[in-house]
């Protein structure tokens, strides 16, 4: 019931296009979803960020969509860019202690 | 860069060893959390640290212990290192208790078991 499945579990978009990366928790008492970008070598950064009392969030490029009822969330990445090419893993937490349950990730290309 | 540095980058044990890994957090934050991510793999929670108690564990032994310090360090501790413990060990920085926190994490410590 902790657990949070994300997929695919890679992918490639040609540059310009929309990336989408989905994931679907158990737990309902999670209450923050975050997304998180990994490059090569270095710490995982914090992409954006959601509650599960709000459909979508959108920060530049990139939006989640969240459905409450279906316990899923995902990320879109519109036109994206070469140096968007990482790894994308989604996150349930609670924002009482912020224990990140993280999903398996998502290596992500963008072909220029 | 997030503020958050680990020591070291890489380090090569044997098994059976014993291993401590440290973490300089940001300053001001009151939380520690440190995670193990094994080769293309998602991070796995192994405990938190909330001034300086145990606030949490994750599913692993004993054998991994940890310590936050008042100056905003913290070190994770490993004994009797297994071959399945080589992975990149994370440790998070946060200040819970405030909405819309966020974990700032370091560069990782790559730990290789021989």
């Known amino acids: 019931q902790q657990q949070v499945k994300q997929s695919p579990q890679s992918l490639i978009v040609q540059k310009g296009g929309i990336s989408i990366i989905n994931c679907a928790y158990e737990?309902?008492?999670?209450?923050?979803f975050p997304w998180y970008q990994q490059f090569p070598g270095k710490g995982p950064a914090l992409l954006i960020a959601i509650r599960p009392d709000v459909s979508e969030k959108k920060e530049g490029r990139f939006t989640i969509s969240f459905n409450k009822s279906a316990k899923q969330f995902s990320l879109h990445i519109m036109d994206s860019q070469p140096g968007d090419s990482a790894t994308y893993f989604c996150a349930a937490t609670w924002d009482s202690n912020y224990q990140l349950i993280w999903g398996a990730g998502t290596k992500l290309i963008i072909k220029p | 860069e997030t503020g958050v540095t680990q020591s070291p980058t890489h380090l090569i044990k044997t098994r059976g060893q014993q291993v401590t890994l440290r973490c300089s957090s940001q300053?001001?934050?009151?939380?520690v959390s440190w995670y193990q991510q094994a080769l293309g793999q998602g991070p796995q929670f192994i405990f938190q640290?909330?001034?300086?108690?145990?606030?949490g564990r994750g599913n692993f032994p004993p054998r991994f212990s940890g310590l936050q310090f008042p100056n905003y360090s913290s070190e994770l501790n490993v004994n009797a290192l297994e071959l399945d413990d080589s992975a990149l060990y994370l440790c998070a920085s946060s200040f819970v208790g405030l909405r819309d926190t966020e974990a700032f994490f370091g560069q990782g410590t790559r730990l290789t078991v021989v």
């Open positions: 737990n309902t008492a999670f209450d923050y």
């Open positions: 640290y909330y001034r300086e108690e145990e606030n």
């Open positions: 300053s001001g934050h009151n939380t």
